[in-house]
C-alpha cells in the first residue's frame, strides 16, 4: 500500500490516535440536572416551560473530552431498576443516591444496553415532558460539559424517581503516561485539541514539538548538534536493519521535510498565510505514522490497516 491510498482510508487520525492509546471512546450515565436557568425564566408554582443549562464534570476522569453526544434518556423508578436488576441479574445497589443508580446503569448498559432502552420511562409524563436535550459545549479548562434543554413540568416533582438519567456518548484522551519516553503523546494530545479548536498553526506548531520531542528522546542526546532529519534517520536504522526497504520512512522522509520547513516559518514568523484543515490533517498522519512503525516495529501502511482492524479499533467507528 501506497502513502497516497493509506492517508485516503476513513477517519484515519483517529484510528492512528486510538492505535497509540492517545484517544479512546467512552459511554457514561449522568444525572441530569433539570435546574432551571431563573435568569430567564422566574420560578413558577404551577406548571410551566423551563430553560435549563447546566454541567457535567470530568474533572479527574479524563484529560481531554474532545467530542461528546447524548444518546437516549430516560426515567428508572424502583420498580424499573427492580425488573432491570432480575432481567440482567445485575445486584440493585445497597442505596438509591444518583452516584449508585448511575454505577448501576452503567454495568447493565455494558452487559445488554437494549434493556435501558426498552424498560425505561421516557420523560413524557404530566410531572415532566421533557422536549430537548442536546450538548452545549465542552470547556477542557474548566474539565466540563455543558448541557442545555427544555421541558414542562412542576419543580416540586423532580427528584427520587423522577430523576432523569442520560447516556452520553464520549471522544476523550485520557490521563497519559508522563515517562520522558513517552512525552511525545502529550504533545500530541494538545496540538490534536488545538486542531480540533481551529487553530491551525498553533495545532502545526505543537505537533512539531511532540515530533522534535519524539526524535530526540529515542536518539539519546538532543544536544548533539546535527540535523533532525539524521537523528531521525539514525533512530529508525538503529531499529529497522534494511531501512531502505522501509515503506513507510522512505515515502515520507521528503514530507516529514516539508513538515519542518513550515514549522521553521511559524516559528520565525515568515508564514502569514493561513494554513489548512487538510494541511494539519495531513501532518498529523505523516507524525502518526512514523510513531507508529517506530513503537510497533511496523515497516509497512498495509500493516497499520490490519492491525487496525484486527485489534477492533474500526468498530468504534
Known sequence: MNYTDFKN?????????????????KTIFF??????????LKYQKDYADYYFK????????????????????????YEVLKYISEESGIALPDDFENAQVVKFLEEVSASDRDQ????????????????????SHIENNTKAIVY??????????????????????LKVVPFLDRAPNQFYKTLVAEAYLL??????????????????????????????EIRLREKLKAVFKDRFAALEKHNIYTQIKRQI???????????????????????????????????????????????IIDDILASGIDKQF
Open 54 to 77: 447546566n454541567s457535567l464534570s470530568f474533572e479527574g476522569r479524563y484529560q481531554y473530552v474532545l467530542d461528546a453526544e447524548i444518546g437516549s434518556f430516560n426515567l428508572y423508578p
Open 195 to 224: 486542531f480540533m479548536q481551529r487553530n491551525y498553526k498553533l495545532a502545526a506548531f505543537t505537533l512539531f514539538s511532540a515530533y522534535d520531542n519524539f526524535v530526540n528522546d529515542k536518539y539519546g542526546n538532543p544536544y548533539e
Open 257 to 303: 521535510d516539508d513538515f519542518e520547513k513550515v514549522r521553521n516559518s511559524i516559528a520565525h514568523g515568515t508564514n502569514t498565510d493561513d494554513i489548512s484543515f487538510t494541511e494539519v490533517k495531513d501532518s498529523f498522519i505523516i507524525m502518526l505514522s512514523l510513531f507508529i512503525s517506530y513503537e510497533f516495529s511496523f515497516s509497512d501502511f498495509q500493516t
Open 148 to 169: 442545555e434543554g427544555g421541558y414542562m413540568g412542576l419543580l416540586t416533582d423532580f427528584g427520587g424517581d423522577l430523576t432523569l438519567y442520560a447516556d452520553i456518548s
Open 31 to 40: 444525572d441530569v440536572d433539570l435546574e432551571p436557568d431563573y435568569d430567564i
Open 9 to 25: 482510508n476513513d477517519k484515519l487520525v483517529d484510528k492512528l490516535l486510538a492505535k497509540l492509546g492517545i484517544l479512546e471512546w
Open 116 to 135: 435501558l432502552v426498552d424498560f425505561g420511562w421516557k420523560p413524557e409524563i404530566d410531572q415532566l415532558n421533557l422536549y430537548c436535550l442536546r450538548i
